[in-house]
């Protein structure tokens, strides 16, 4: 004899099927469903999640189970950044505000050439600050300041070169020593300074500097004093020179150059 209960199941199930899921085909679909998932790892949390939610609402598997199987198991999605906006061109004439009371001329670097400023630096790449120079101006301590943050918008302006303004003069005119046989120096008097070479590949730097330094560079241990590395000529009117070591060269040599030095006029 049949159950009438069981009867009573086999009727209704054939009744409401077509018409309403299956709980067992649900959970079926859902679980191959996860797997392809997995299998292709590319759908979104968000997509997955939304995935979990109308399974569960249709009661095949427990939300937890359901997120497990979709947006917990997907491999971590890189979110796509925004292609950086290209700086706009510069023009000259154009003039920036830096902050803190420092502004910025464009010139062209043919411009710059003509103006009394001093140039600074500049990139030795190239991009879209070439062939341009930047004039800053403003308060002396702003100014620096903004140099030693690295001249931000050189950053932005690749090759971009960057001056201050008015000329920078040196303490000299002319050089103002001869260097004795077997080095060769160069100078450049708008840094009160050269770079010197000798025949076998040593390096020396000569310094120009103020007669009012010399009572400290000449006794310091920490500049031009007795065991400080470094050697200093003469008073010589208002200027003396130290002489600093350099690759390849030893105290003995450095000293031997500067009491070679001889002044000019």
């Known amino acids: 004899m ?9 009727a209704l199930h054939d009744r409401v099927d077509g018409q309403h899921p299956d709980y067992a085909r649900i959970s079926s679909g859902a679980i191959s469903a996860g797997s392809r998932i997995r299998r292709r790892r590319r759908i979104t949390v968000t997509v997955g999640a939304a995935a979990a939610v109308g399974a569960f609402a249709a009661g095949g598997l427990g939300l937890s189970q359901l997120l497990s199987t979709t947006a917990v198991d997907q491999a971590p999605l890189g979110i796509a950044s925004a292609p950086s906006a290209s700086p706009a061109a510069l023009v000259p004439g154009q003039k920036m505000d830096l902050g803190n009371g420092v502004t910025g001329l464009v010139v062209t670097d043919a411009t710059a050439g003509t103006m009394e400023i001093t140039i600074q630096g500049g990139s030795s790449m190239t991009g879209s600050g070439t062939g341009f120079t ?3 101006s403003g308060p002396e301590a702003a100014v620096q300041d903004y140099w030693a943050e690295g001249f931000p918008i050189g950053q932005e302006y690749v090759g971009l070169r960057f001056a201050t303004e ?3 003069h040196g303490l000299v005119t002319t050089v103002p020593v001869e260097v004795p046989d077997g080095w060769t120096c160069e100078w450049s008097l708008i ?23 010399y009572a400290t560079w000449s006794t310091s241990p920490d500049k031009g ?6 050697y200093v000529t003469d008073v010589h009117g208002d200027i003396f020179i130290s002489v600093q070591s350099g690759q390849g060269t030893t105290d003995a040599e450095l000293q031997a150059l500067a009491d070679s030095l001889r002044w000019v006029g």
């Open 191 to 213: 840094d009160d300074s050269a770079s010197c070479t000798s025949q076998d590949g040593g390096v020396a730097a000569l310094v120009i500097r103020p007669a009012e330094d």
């Open 134 to 136: 930047m004039v800053l």
């Open 166 to 168: 008015g000329l920078r």
């Open 2 to 10: 049949n159950d009438p209960e069981n009867s009573f199941r086999t």
């Open 225 to 230: 004093g007795p065991g400080s590395g470094a």
